[in-house]
């Protein structure tokens, strides 16, 4: 069986500890946005990473196809 995480009861913003139950409505919902926009940070974060590791081995492929040096097979 697999644990679930708890919501935390506290929540620290500028060196303040506030008790989420005591938050408006409006500053439980900018939380949650705030939440929800971290998410999609780490999910572009994951895909920037593929998308650098594709980046460098279409790199590693070009260079493999390139001619050398002073070959002068352009022509």
């Known amino acids: 069986m697999s644990e679930q995480q ?16 005591d ?3 409006n500053a439980k919902a900018q939380l949650q946005g ?12 994951m895909q920037l990473a593929l998308a650098q590791t594709a980046r460098n081995a279409y790199m590693h492929a070009l260079q493999a196809d390139l001619p050398e040096k002073g070959d002068d097979t352009s022509h």
């Open 23 to 25: 938050l408006s409505d």
């Open 34 to 45: 705030i939440q929800v926009a971290e998410v999609e940070m780490k999910r572009l974060n």
């Open 6 to 21: 708890a919501a935390p009861v506290n929540i620290k913003i500028d060196d303040v500890d506030y008790k989420i139950d």
